[in-house]
Every structure is written in structure tokens, then in C-alpha cells.
């Protein structure tokens, strides 16, 4: 498993942005899948985005067309650049790697995760 690593939260204005960031330990973080989660009403845990080891990338349509997420294997890094925040984007968010070849919407495939970010998006 790798061990993750959040930053990059804060508090920002709706219309702002933020970048989040992840960093892994270990030396396989080229095979994993990585994804970020959010709470959402009736799930602990909701997709948000995800890249997976091909680097092929994935968004819940709620913020398809203003997230965009990286990696960067050379780092061992995956980011979530958001722009465009709404009040409704308010959450603690998570970082999660997965072994699956494909790219899962469920936190249920995701071994390893980090501890949370904060983002406060204002009205």
C-alpha cells in the first residue's frame, strides 16, 4: 500500500480556485490508480475525480468542465487543480489509490487513503 498525503485546501470565494495535492510514499505509485472523494449526501464517501495508471482521467459530472486532475509519476504526486468553486463544492476532500486495472467510482476499491483537506468555498 501507499501512504497518502493531502495539501492545498483553504478557504476560498465562490468564482475562486484551489489546488489540491497528494503525495504518495512507496515505490509502485505508477501502478496505482488515484482518485479524489468527497462527502455527499447518503455517501460517506463520493467520487469526484480520478486518473488512472494510463493516465486517462474520469469526473462525476457535477464538476466536469471546472476540475482537472494530474499525476505526475515522477513525483509520485496526483493533483486536483478546481476552478470555478461553488458554495456546494464545501467538503473534506480525499485522496485514495487503487490497484484496479480500470478506474472505480466506488471508495470501496480504494486501499489507501489519506487523512483530508478542507475546502470552504464562501458565498
Same mark, same amino acid.
Given at each position: 500500500?501507499?501512504?497518502? /498525503? +493531502?495539501?492545498?485546501?483553504?478557504?476560498? @470565494?465562490?468564482?475562486?480556485?484551489?489546488?489540491?495535492?497528494?503525495?504518495?510514499?512507496?515505490? =509502485?505509485?505508477?501502478?496505482?490508480?488515484?482518485?479524489?472523494?468527497?462527502?455527499?449526501?447518503?455517501? +460517506?464517501?463520493?467520487? /469526484?475525480?480520478?486518473?488512472?495508471?494510463?493516465?486517462? =482521467?474520469?469526473?462525476?459530472?457535477?464538476?466536469?468542465?471546472?476540475?482537472? /486532475?494530474?499525476?505526475?509519476?515522477?513525483?509520485?504526486?496526483?493533483?486536483?487543480?478546481?476552478?470555478?468553486?461553488?458554495? +456546494?463544492?464545501?467538503?473534506?476532500?480525499?485522496?485514495?489509490?487503487?490497484?484496479?486495472?480500470?478506474?472505480?467510482?466506488? %471508495?470501496?476499491?480504494?486501499? %489507501?487513503?489519506?487523512?483530508?483537506? @478542507? /475546502?470552504?468555498?464562501?458565498?
Amino acid at each position: 500500500q501507499v501512504q497518502l /498525503v +493531502e495539501s492545498g485546501g483553504g478557504l476560498v @470565494q465562490a468564482g475562486g480556485s484551489l489546488r489540491l495535492s497528494c503525495a504518495a510514499s512507496g515505490r =509502485t505509485f505508477s501502478n496505482y490508480a488515484m482518485a479524489w472523494f468527497r462527502p455527499a449526501p447518503g455517501k +460517506e464517501r463520493a467520487f /469526484v475525480a480520478g486518473i488512472s495508471w494510463s493516465g486517462d =482521467t474520469y469526473y462525476a459530472d457535477s464538476v466536469k468542465g471546472r476540475f482537472t /486532475v494530474s499525476r505526475d509519476n515522477t513525483k509520485n504526486t496526483v493533483s486536483l487543480q478546481m476552478n470555478s468553486l461553488k458554495p +456546494e463544492d464545501t467538503a473534506v476532500y480525499y485522496c485514495a489509490a487503487s490497484l484496479s486495472r480500470g478506474m472505480s467510482y466506488w %471508495s470501496g476499491s480504494y486501499s %489507501s487513503w489519506g487523512q483530508g483537506t @478542507q /475546502v470552504t468555498v464562501s458565498s
